[in-house]
């Protein structure tokens, strides 16, 4: 007998345990204020599970995850503007103030709200295909790839922030209104939202988790830990690092679409360069090699930036610095490499089975 | 627009190069000799900032001394830093990135706690404060500072790596340490001292951009992903930095010159990008580095 | 062994649950601000600024004058009666931590006015959760105008009032050539416009306008566009750590001050102070206020917050005032609505609607006599113009003689106009809450 953590079906037992404790918040909390933070917390953990999957199993360092989210955002956010928008007022004020007369062509597809959704989620994703293919094709990886996310994602921030008359620039987007879906308008302090969230995020972490145990999941894993071996062994390396950082990316634009739904706002901020670290601080303190890891970890490092950040107004930053430097120099697996180590405890010494040696071992799923 | 301004944005943009370059310099060589990414560097160029600022409000040091003093506290600081923190991570760079980006967060913090948020200057002689005319050419002396202070370091720098026992160590661990260690050489001892070095670059650079701008705890964020952009186009190597941020410079005085500075900086961030597509080992990587 | 790993859940999940317990009891509040105020507990009030990151700076000062205005106010008795409570939140410069905290000061601290933000990015990101939930934010600073909401008052001067005098002013003193230099953002953008009005007007004309991306400090390119243009001087919108650095590198680069002197709309005494008082020496300044401002009222008020503990930064400025008059406008605000509904009835809207036309006189307003406009809730105030002296403090060059009326949509006279209940189209038809 192995390790527990590595059992799948006691991992899968726990992921809908996990799922289960999330469902039912609504009904024990009826503060809104709560229910939408942690609806919001909701958005930050897939975000996390996003950059776990292409960073902990496909060993793509992205700093760049704000693009897919913030490219997601903005197109919720036009999709929603566009919803409150009337016959006699036709186009944005911001436009108007930035001397536009007509709606620009960029805005036309996002006055239908169906057409407005698919672009938010589809314009990211085939921007990461793209974006992808082409740099994976050309063997870039490891720190290039990601200082080249950071370069791209500082082009998106400045060309937003430049081209004001069409994105609101510094300001960024603010729909008046609530979402509004067929008939049904979600309330972002409503249970309906947080439901959303949660309905998204489990959806995501079921999908991520099946690619994971897929034989998919396990060549991208052999690449992340040796990406010359696999190649020689005759896979498309680049195809499959372009296909799991696609769908990160798509994780990311959803996140970005609930994001919106839940703040009804979104700026170039969230493509700034340290909301895209963020993302990666949650997934290395909470483990990037666990999905259910990483997504704890938003939920913690957030969580604790609401609660504690203001008790310890001025050494806040202090705490979380020096909380990330040792998770970093003493736990690089994460705070879940804790738990992995503390079934480890269990574990049956097992002649038979070998285990792997200590160090710089692959690991399996989870 | 006349050949003379298009002279001027020229010859501004060998000023505003040597400010990417020496903000690059010290991660040049950081990078180049352990690999490490260390995100900390904008606050370490901070550090320099304040620490010339102390020298100066407290101690009345005059401002060019204030140069050499921010270089030896900053490198103090690297070396603190290294001894602590990063000796352990040499074996995992991307790991170097995020511990050091707590690093970065634990002392732009702890700066704040000690000297407050609000801006703080630094006084520069009246001779600095003004500009020299070439016919219909102007550049202010202070730039000029810049530039020969970048100048002096490059040439410096050059003459450690190549013309000194030190170097031939650091350049025969950038190849194989294993090798370079079983001739004798302490590799560890070799990283140690490049990271100080690397890190009283930083604070050299500092001091020169609290004369430019301001001095604040945020001041160091917005150079410390245009310095490795520089650094990764430049291929991790002295001569790369240099040949990256001259052109890069040029171009953002160009392309300002033509357009606006924001789309100027859309420009360069997507040319980056290109580049790097055709090239991600940069413009000279070294050979036989491990990477 | 898979039941050890439930038990650890089982111990996981109860202490997460455990943890949230104590908002189980809260009432529910997904209605609008509607709860009453209860006998023998403070009026709370929500202080929604930035205390670390890189909007700290103004707005740490920010909230230290409100603090120090509602300790005075409690001092006098309060507002009705009733002293007022600051709940003080942190949104380090965050735009999504400003929404986060503006959400959490009206529904879980209930507070019955937000004051806060600095910059129009937070006060967008703020105003969705303001709006919907029928609450009311004071705005103190200046902004932009082409706004319309309900749930408004700002105490600082529009884009309209700001540049009215000053450009005029530029002209008559310095010479009708004129360039324009700002942040590249919205506020900078729409106060160019307005003083293009202006600058029409006084007969002047525009050689150039550049835009500098936020946070910038480099301004070589554009001093050398400034240099080839030669103005008679230059009239910025360049804000924070960037306008410093564009008044360093304007002396370095040879500019003198006395041939093509600086006339902006943010350059006050805070940022003289970090700059070095040599840099911004000579260069002029519009504001409703200033802290060389010689009247009693003013002289009483820089004295006694200078020595009182929330004075440590050692300045007064425009920002600083406004805010502070802000206290007051609610003060007088609440006692109207108090005195028309009664205590038990007040909610944030009913503030708002009594709101209109209210009075902030000599004796209390530092500036002088303000008023706040009934129809779009903007101040009415004299803007004065001041010179940079070589000691940081500013010179009163010239005052304006009358009020300068708010007006939020004066350069879109299509929009219509800004009234009580919406913005009024031309054809008739009225808008609420355009933002």
């Known amino acids: 007998m192995g390790n527990l953590y590595y059992n799948k079906t006691a991992q899968w037992a726990v992921y809908v345990v996990f799922f289960a404790a999330l469902g039912v918040v609504p009904l024990m909390v009826s503060d809104s204020f709560l229910l939408n933070q942690f609806a919001t917390y909701g958005v930050y953990g897939m975000l996390a599970l996003s950059l776990s999957l292409c960073w902990g199993f496909g060993g793509i360092l992205n700093l760049g995850q704000g693009i897919a989210f913030g490219l997601g955002a903005y197109g919720m956010a036009m999709t929603m503007q566009m919803q409150s928008q009337t016959e006699s007022n036709p186009i944005p004020p911001f436009m108007l103030n930035n001397s536009l007369e007509s709606l620009p062509m960029l805005w036309q597809p996002f006055q239908s709200t169906t057409l407005g959704l698919i672009l938010a989620v589809a314009a990211p994703t085939l921007f990461c295909a793209v974006f992808g293919g082409i740099m994976f094709r050309a063997r870039v990886s490891g720190p290039f790839f990601a200082i080249m996310t950071l370069a791209m994602l500082s082009a998106f921030y400045t060309i937003i922030l430049d081209r004001q008359a069409y994105t609101g620039g510094v300001n960024g987007l603010t729909p008046p209104g609530s979402f509004q879906f067929g008939d049904f308008e979600i309330d972002p302090y409503s249970p309906a939202a947080y439901w959303v969230v949660f309905g998204f995020l489990m959806g995501a972490t079921f999908l991520t988790k099946l690619i994971t145990q897929s034989s998919f999941g396990l060549v991208t894993q052999a690449i992340r830990d040796d990406a010359e071996r696999v190649r020689f062994l005759g896979y498309s390396v680049a195809g499959y690092e372009t296909v799991i950082y696609t769908i990160s990316g798509l994780i990311a634009a959803v996140a970005g679409c609930c994001w919106v739904m839940l703040v009804q706002y979104v700026s170039p901020a969230q493509m700034d360069v340290s909301f895209s670290l963020s993302i990666v601080i949650w997934a290395a303190i909470g483990g990037r090699h666990s999905l259910l890891g990483s997504i704890l970890g938003a939920f913690i490092i957030q969580g604790a930036q609401s609660y504690l950040g203001d008790t310890f107004l001025a050494t806040w930053l202090l705490i979380l610095g020096g909380f990330f430097i040792v998770v970093v120099r003493f736990l690089p697996n994460g705070l879940a490499s804790l738990v992995e180590k503390a079934f480890g405890l269990f574990e049956r010494r097992d002649p038979t089975s070998s285990p792997a040696p200590d160090g710089g071992r692959p690991l399996p799923a989870e | ?291 | 062994m898979k039941l050890t790993r439930r038990n650890i859940l089982k111990s996981t999940v109860a202490a997460s649950a455990a943890l949230t317990l104590p908002h189980l009891w809260l009432p529910k509040s997904s209605e609008a601000w509607g709860a009453t105020l209860k006998k023998g507990e403070p009026i709370k009030v929500g202080l929604l600024f930035s205390l670390t990151g890189s909007l700290a700076v103004p707005e740490e000062d920010s909230t230290l004058v409100m603090q120090y205005a509602i300790d005075e106010i409690n001092k006098a008795g309060g507002v009705a009666g009733v002293p007022i409570e600051p709940v003080i939140v942190d949104a380090k410069s965050d735009f999504a931590v400003y929404s986060e905290k503006a959400k959490e000061l009206i529904l879980r601290d209930k507070v019955i006015a937000l004051f806060g933000c600095y910059t129009s990015a937070s006060r967008k990101a703020i105003l969705p959760t303001v709006m919907q939930r029928d609450h009311l934010l004071y705005y103190p600073t200046c902004y932009e105008g082409a706004e319309c909401t309900q749930n408004t008052i700002c105490t600082g001067p529009l884009a309209n009032q700001h540049s009215q005098d000053l450009i005029p002013y530029m002209v008559q003193n310095f010479g009708k050539r004129v360039f324009f230099v700002g942040s590249n953002y919205v506020w900078p953008k729409e106060s160019n416009k307005n003083a293009k009005v202006w600058l029409e007007k006084a007969g002047g004309e525009l050689l150039g306008e550049e835009y500098i991306p936020l946070g910038s400090s480099e301004f070589g390119p554009v001093l050398n566009k400034i240099r080839e243009a030669n103005p008679d001087f230059i009239f910025s919108t360049v804000v924070g750590a960037s306008d410093i650095a564009f008044h360093k590198q304007f002396k370095q680069e040879g500019f003198k001050v006395d041939k093509m002197p600086i006339a902006s709309l943010t350059t006050g005494e805070i940022e003289t102070r970090a700059m070095g008082a040599e840099f911004g020496a000579g260069h002029f300044l519009s504001a409703p206020y200033f802290q060389s401002l010689d009247t009693p009222t003013n002289n009483k008020f820089v004295e006694s917050f200078l020595a009182s503990k929330y004075g440590k930064n050692g300045t007064t400025h425009y920002n600083m005032e406004e805010t502070y008059t802000s206290a007051y406008v609610f003060k007088a605000g609440f006692e109207k609505a108090v005195a028309a509904v009664g205590v038990e009835n007040v909610t944030p809207r009913i503030i708002r609607d009594h709101s209109g036309g209210i009075r902030v006189e000599d004796d209390v307003s530092p500036e002088g006599l303000i008023w706040i406009d009934e129809n779009n809730f903007n101040t009415w105030l004299k803007p004065k113009i001041g010179q940079c002296q070589a000691d940081g403090t500013f010179k009163i060059v010239k005052a304006a003689e009358n009020h300068v009326a708010p007006d939020p949509y004066s350069i879109y006279p299509d929009a219509g106009i800004c009234t009580k209940d919406g913005l009024k189209a031309p054809d008739g038809k009225i808008r609420k809450s355009v933002i």
């Open chain 2, 1 to 291: 627009m006349d050949l003379s301004s298009l002279l001027n944005a020229l010859i501004l943009g060998v000023s505003i190069a040597s400010i990417w370059l020496i903000a690059a310099l010290g991660l040049t060589i950081i990078y180049g000799t352990a690999g490490v990414i260390n995100m900390a560097h904008g606050e370490l160029i901070m550090l320099g900032a304040y620490s010339s600022y102390m020298l100066q409000f407290h101690l009345g040091l005059p401002y060019l001394l204030c140069l050499p003093a921010s270089f030896v506290i900053v490198a103090l600081v690297g070396l603190a830093l290294e001894r602590g923190l990063i000796r352990y991570l040499y074996n995992r760079p991307l790991d170097t990135l995020l511990a050091t980006y707590g690093v970065s967060l634990v002392l732009m913090q702890g700066v704040r706690l000690i000297f407050g948020s609000d801006p703080k200057y630094l006084a520069v002689p009246e001779i600095f404060q003004s500009n020299v005319m070439l016919g219909s050419v102007s550049l202010s002396a202070f730039r000029i500072v810049v530039v020969a202070v970048t100048a002096l370091l490059v040439i410096g720098l050059w003459l450690l790596f190549y013309k000194t026992r030190y170097g031939v160590q650091v350049r025969a661990v950038m190849q194989n340490k294993e090798m370079a260690a079983s001739f004798g050489i302490n590799a560890g001892r070799i990283y140690m001292l490049t990271f100080a070095l690397g890190a009283g670059l930083a604070g050299v650079a500092g001091a020169l951009f609290g004369v430019l701008a301001i001095v604040l705890p945020t001041m160091g964020a917005s150079y410390v992903v245009q310095a490795f952009l520089m650094v990764v186009v430049g291929g991790g190597s002295l001569a790369g930095s240099v040949v990256a941020s001259g052109v890069t410079g040029e171009l953002q005085s160009v392309f300002a010159f033509f357009t606006n500075d924001t789309f100027a900086r859309f420009i360069i961030f997507v040319l980056i990008v290109i580049f790097l597509r055709f090239r991600p080992q940069g413009l000279f990587a070294q050979a036989g580095a491990r990477r």
